[in-house]
């Protein structure tokens, strides 16, 4: 029995440490080197997205007998596999030379992450859970929700460019093509890297330790802001009221469904939309 506690005890210890390792780079690395290099400096960002897709991985592989646990069933562990190594070749596509694109070396070691996930678990004899019926309403939910946030939030925007441009329905033509790689990206980039940590992992671990959910589902908004804190001048209304909003609106998603799966797809929804609608409609030709 005295064996037993002692392997567990280490068990949550590593885990807890990897979490902390995650916090660190989303949160006061990632913050430090926005403020502090200029944006095409591609190799502070290039860390923290191998890093933490590494020790992602690394937590999949960990929990892998208990992953209901930290709200990662079938789908979500599909999506973190396959749409990381998607983003390096949308990179690639998009002609982005930086290191995290496909074939870089930094953007071959996050396919080497996900195969090597692949066969870690299934070495173990990992067997994946079959998906429920209701998982793939939740994804519907999330994508309706992602979208629908994006465009409300940024409609005056989208209706006063296409008017001053006199592009109308090309310029929606515009948007909708590009949506979709946008939305591609995004949940290889931003949903990938964020939701596993504080809507999974982090609420995981924060309700094995006792703390009721109410709770951790503030603590986790909380974090989740203080990971934007880059947002606080330049876009003071993103920093105080989306921010948050989105962590407490992400947060109920993988509270409800229990999985972080629709989460990631509104996640990702709402950041394509509002980088197609403000970088493509804003910005000149």
């Known amino acids: 029995m005295e064996v037993i506690h002692e392997k567990n005890a ?3 210890r590593v885990a807890w440490a990897a979490v902390a390792a995650l916090l660190f780079l989303r949160i006061p690395f990632s913050v430090y080197i926005t403020y502090s290099f200029p ?3 591609q190799w502070g960002p290039s860390i923290y997205q191998v890093g933490t897709y590494f020790l992602i991985a690394f937590l999949i592989w960990w929990e892998r007998d208990a992953l209901s646990d930290v709200h990662l069933d079938t789908l979500s562990l599909i999506m973190i596999v396959l749409f990381k190594p998607v983003q390096t070749l949308l990179l690639d596509y998009w002609r982005i030379d930086i290191p995290l694109a496909f074939p870089h070396p930094v953007g071959l070691s996050i396919w080497l992450i996900a195969i090597g996930l692949i066969l870690a678990l299934w070495r173990s004899g990992y067997k994946p859970v079959p998906i429920k019926v209701g998982s793939w309403g939740w994804l519907l939910a999330g994508l309706f929700i992602g979208f629908v946030l994006s465009t409300l939030l940024n409609l005056g925007i989208f209706q006063s460019n296409a008017g001053f441009t006199g592009r109308g329905y090309t310029a ?5 093509t590009s949506t979709g790689a946008a939305f591609l990206y995004q949940l290889g980039f931003a949903a990938i ?7 999974g992992f982090l609420w995981g671990y924060l309700r094995r330790s006792g703390l009721q959910e109410i709770w951790v589902w503030l603590a986790q ?3 989740f802001m203080s990971a934007h804190l880059y ?24 509270w409800r469904s229990r999985s972080i799966a629709a989460g990631m797809l509104a996640h990702a929804a709402y950041n394509a939309g509002v980088y197609v609608i403000l970088l493509k409609l804003v910005t000149p030709y």
């Open 10 to 12: 280490f068990h949550r």
């Open 39 to 41: 944006s095409d400096e």
């Open 172 to 176: 929606l033509s515009s948007v909708t």
């Open 193 to 199: 890297s964020e939701e596993p940590v504080f809507r």
């Open 221 to 223: 908004a909380i974090l």
């Open 231 to 254: 947002f606080k001048d330049a876009l003071p209304f993103n920093f105080w009221v989306v921010v948050p909003a989105a962590g407490l609106l992400l947060g109920l998603l993988a």
